[in-house]
């Protein structure tokens, strides 16, 4: 038995990584090395915090069994030698299931606490640098206008005025955490923000300590894991938490000090309207891809939730500034439009008649409370609607506020009209009545089978399905151009046709309640041809939002295009589609704007992460040329996930990679599961993430945009050749090698994701569906789990040993100068290294042996090994490092303080997954593996 000095230094000094030193090339900076010794002892605060908390909770025993754990794996890690391996298996197959819990929950929050440290950190260094007054640097929208300086402003107001940056907030199933963990890491970053920034007495610093014990032992004993799956309208909600926690105050601050800066920058410091260029979508209530849990009633739950939420926004705003202006007619002037706004007020107390700003804000807060009563459809009488109409529209509540502003402006009080009315102004003109513009999504074989019923049905004898593409087109045009609807009220129609019509109904409706800007698009997954976009147009016409007599269309018509068949065929499908005159004219009535969406996560699963990078970049210059040859703007909207897997990676880069004229100042990127939560859960980092996207669209548009120098013919027949290679080996391994689906399923926890109540959505398509009908997200969910990682760089290795083979030395040299001066190819590159230094072929070849075949196993092991050796090789040969990460030395970091928590957690895992599959159903080895799963996801971070 230990005594308390033993347990004194216990606590203070484990529980807190003990990790291999970072390379010297990363550590060379004296400035680096003094924000690491910070983030060290923000990192060992909070360990020491949770160690002492479990020694309370659990004992000394769990807490040595903990230690021990994590030491060992650790060793096995550092060492990958047989002794520490033996250690560990002695350790893991020795731990009872209550004690396994235990382990695995102590190192989901170790590594959880860590990633809070962190995040914090990335703000204390930025507000070190903003305090020592440096330049801010790249992803600043200050940086961007000092690299633009030259441009002439004219130039400049033209971008803000046509500009479009859309962060699109959606639902996929890559969030494991619950809201009240969440919850419980804000409150914990708050209070080492407040450590941070608020000169606290002795006094206050240890009551801050207390807080923060207590809320890491209210996590310690608050439940990880969902019981029950969640539901559409709990997605919903989840995303307007991102609203009320950040996007509500941060945008219009971000448009305030844009505003600011733009003032100073413009000759003689004139105003410059800034429209409203970087706003937000989503797809959470809208997306019904495989989701049939998502239908026209959800869409109607999903805005009015969202009017919900922002017009509680307007009101609790409008009544702080009624508090704030005070202001007497007895000292100061008015203007007649605010005498009227006030006398039209409701108000009557003889305390405000001399308080016109009171009264007229009084009158507002009431129509704001009889808006959202209208819109909920609740009774309302005759004297409240007379005495506080309903707002028809987001315009009528922003005049009247304008009234209030420019009567401020004009006698005397503009720095009263500054702050909280600037920004509930611009929150208005953001979020209108609706709050995110909601797009809908369907799989185009749904359209295909609807129209196809309602065809049949209209058309006796006519058979929709065995039309050829040239008379589908011929069908769907003609009936696009007549106003008569297909679809009969006195027809019963099957479950799938009459919940498509709903929707399709619904769109329009909500529009009329919400707003046009409700509603923004309606996007067609697996578009292959022509007429799965004119079915999606035929239904838009029966819901109402096409209307063929005035040629107008209420709605983008988006098709996404996400396989490597898909993106090669992508520009023909387009020049025929816009070559169509009648599509032309709908097309018009929208500005002449075509959005196409590109879909990185299934064009990876299909041809592996080189040939989808390849054939996106290179599918968005053939449609950048086919809507240039129509007169029409293009519009890219970048499905990307949270893993380079599906597309991730640091969103300034990949906006800057993109190819010459393919943002033109108009970008929409989808923004997943636990990569949303990491970006915008907290303020600051969400304002920051939000300035990224703006910055990196100005800057390509303005600046950065791919010149003759990189669109040079070596690199593009290079990467044709690499490509190839890459395609070859990634498709012979997971589609033509015998066995590969039993190796997949067997060594990684795809199926025991199934039941871990992430998302709303199935994984596959169809019930007992292979590899082809498996979704992406579980694809590239499961493989990160296993610390292989494969969808995010197999391929790479064969395709450049092969080209070595056949070009030498003179043809790695070509890739160096890829590498150096095409911003694609650098891109590519940096997001191989991110993959491979998070994976680890020992832990790696732990889950190998789950697999029940031995020579299965072996086989198909060896050869991702051989892969993932010739990648790294590849990699270094590349970019001439030794290290991987050597020139990310803040990710670097990052890995070294977060992955000592999670080995030992993999390790966990494998011996978990062996007991449950070999038969012990005891409730708490499955509930174990789910809490590995989800501090395995916690820790990596972008897994998804």
Not at 585 to 595: I, K
Not at 685 to 711: M, P, W
Not at 836 to 865: H, N
Not at 870 to 881: F, K, M, P
Request: proline share 4%.
């Amino acid at each position: 038995m230990q005594n308390a000095a033993d347990r004194e230094l216990m606590v203070n000094s484990p529980m807190t990584p003990n990790p291999t030193p970072l390379p010297s090339s990363a550590m060379n900076s004296p400035k680096l090395k003094d924000q690491e010794a910070l983030l060290r002892e923000d990192i060992r605060l909070l360990g020491r915090l949770l160690g002492e908390t479990i020694l309370e909770c659990e004992g000394v025993a769990a807490f040595e069994l903990i230690e021990n754990v994590r030491q060992t794996a650790l060793r096995f890690h550092r060492e990958g030698n047989p002794v520490a391996d033996n250690e560990l298996k002695a350790i893991l197959g020795g731990l009872s299931d209550p004690n396994a819990n235990q382990v695995v929950r102590a190192l989901s929050y170790f590594s959880l606490l860590a990633n809070i440290a962190e995040d914090h950190h990335q703000l204390r260094c930025a507000l070190m640098d903003a305090e020592a007054g440096a330049v801010p640097g790249p992803g600043s929208i200050s940086f961007a206008l000092e690299q633009a300086a030259a441009t002439p402003d004219a130039e400049l107001e033209a971008f803000f005025r046509s500009a479009l940056v859309m962060p699109v907030l959606t639902a996929h199933p890559t969030e494991v955490q619950r809201k009240t963990i969440r919850e419980g890491q804000m409150e914990i970053a708050q209070l080492l923000d407040q450590r941070e920034r608020v000169r606290l007495t002795p006094q206050e610093r240890a009551e801050n300590e207390e807080m923060l014990r207590r809320t890491i032992l209210r996590l310690w004993q608050s439940r990880v894991l969902r019981f029950s799956r969640l539901t559409v309208r709990d997605e919903v909600m989840n995303g307007i938490s991102y609203f009320d926690q950040t996007f509500r105050s941060e945008l219009p601050r971000f448009y305030a000090d844009l505003e600011d800066q733009l003032r100073a920058r413009l000759t003689q410091g004139r105003a410059f309207a800034l429209p409203c260029f970087l706003r937000l979508g989503s797809w959470i209530g809208g997306d019904r891809d495989g989701n049939p849990f998502v239908n026209a009633a959800t869409l109607w739950e999903t805005l009015h939730l969202q009017s919900t939420a922002v017009l509680d926004h307007y009101l609790s705003e409008v009544r702080a500034l009624g508090a704030e202006l005070s202001l007497s007619t007895r000292l100061i002037e008015i203007s007649p439009e605010l005498a009227a706004l006030s006398a039209r007020s409701p108000d009557t107390s003889p305390h405000r008649e001399d308080e016109p700003y009171r009264r007229a804000l009084i009158g507002i807060a009431s129509r704001l409370a009889t808006t959202a009563r209208t819109l909920a459809m609740e009774p309302i009488s005759d004297a409240e609607a007379k005495s506080a109409p309903a707002y028809a529209n987001a315009a009528a509540l922003r005049s009247d506020l304008d009234c209030i502003n420019d009567s401020l402006v004009a006698h005397g009080s503009p720095r009263l009209a500054e702050g909280r009315l600037r920004h509930l102004r611009r929150a208005v003109d953001l979020f209108g009545l609706h709050l995110a513009t909601l797009d809908l999504r369907q799989n185009s074989a749904i359209h295909e089978q609807v129209v196809a019923e309602l065809v049949r049905i209209a058309r006796p004898g006519v058979d929709y399905l065995t039309m050829d593409e040239e008379g589908r087109i011929a069908l769907l045009s003609e009936e696009l151009n007549t106003a008569r609807p297909l679809a009969s009220p006195f027809v019963r129609y099957s479950e799938t046709t009459c919940e498509e019509l709903e929707t399709a109904r619904a769109m329009g409706e909500v529009q009329v309640r919400y707003g046009r800007a409700a509603v923004g698009g309606y996007i067609v997954s697996k578009c292959a041809e022509v007429s799965d976009l004119l079915e999606a147009a035929l239904l838009a016409r029966e819901g109402g939002v096409l209307r063929p007599q005035s040629g107008e269309l209420d709605l983008d018509l988006i098709p996404l295009f996400e396989t490597i068949e898909d993106l090669r065929a992508c520009g023909a499908v387009m020049d025929r589609l816009l070559g169509l005159p009648l599509y032309r004219r709908l097309l018009d009535s929208r500005g002449g704007v075509q959005e196409v969406m590109l879909g990185y996560s299934d064009s990876n699963k299909d041809g592996g992460f080189v040939t989808s990078g390849w054939e996106l970049y290179k599918a968005q210059n053939v449609l950048i040329e086919t809507c240039a040859r129509h007169g029409v703007r293009l519009r890219l909207f970048h499905g990307r996930g949270g893993t380079v897997g599906r597309g991730g990676g640091p969103s300034y880069d990949a906006i800057l990679a993109q190819p010459a004229g393919s943002v033109a100042g108009q970008i929409r990127i989808t923004e997943q599961g636990e990569v949303a939560a990491s970006k915008y859960a907290r303020p600051e980092s969400g304002r920051r993430n939000l300035e990224i996207l703006a910055a990196a669209t100005l800057e390509n548009t303005l600046l950065h945009g791919e010149d003759g120098t990189t669109q040079r013919n070596d690199f593009f027949q290079a990467m044709e050749i690499l490509s190839a290679t890459a395609f070859a080996a990634y498709r012979n391994l997971v589609y033509e090698t015998a066995g590969f689906e039993q190796y997949f399923r067997e060594s990684t926890v795809i199926g025991e994701i199934g039941s871990l109540h992430i998302g709303s959505r199935p994984a596959s398509r169809k019930v007992g569906g292979g590899i082809e009908e498996l979704r992406a997200i579980p694809w590239v969910f499961s493989w990160s789990q296993c610390r292989l990682a494969l969808p995010g760089w197999f391929g790479f290795g064969a395709a450049v040993q092969t080209w070595q083979k056949s070009h030498g030395e003179t043809g790695i040299a070509l890739l160096r100068e890829m590498y150096r001066e095409w911003p694609f190819f650098r891109t590519q590159i940096s997001n191989i290294d991110m993959v491979l230094a998070k994976t680890d072929i020992a832990i790696a070849g732990r889950y190998a042996k789950l697999v029940s075949d031995p020579q299965l196993r072996e086989a198909i092991f060896c050869r991702l090994r051989g892969e993932w050796e010739a990648s790294v090789t590849a990699l270094r040969a590349i970019t001439g490092e030794s290290e991987f990460l050597q020139s990310n030395p803040s990710l670097a970091s990052s890995i070294r303080h977060r992955f000592p928590y999670l080995d030992p957690l993999n390790h966990l895992q494998v011996e978990l997954l062996r007991r449950y599959r070999a038969g012990d159903g005891d409730v708490q080895v499955k509930r174990a593996i789910h809490l590995t799963i989800n501090g395995i996801a916690a820790t990596l971070r972008n897994s998804g």
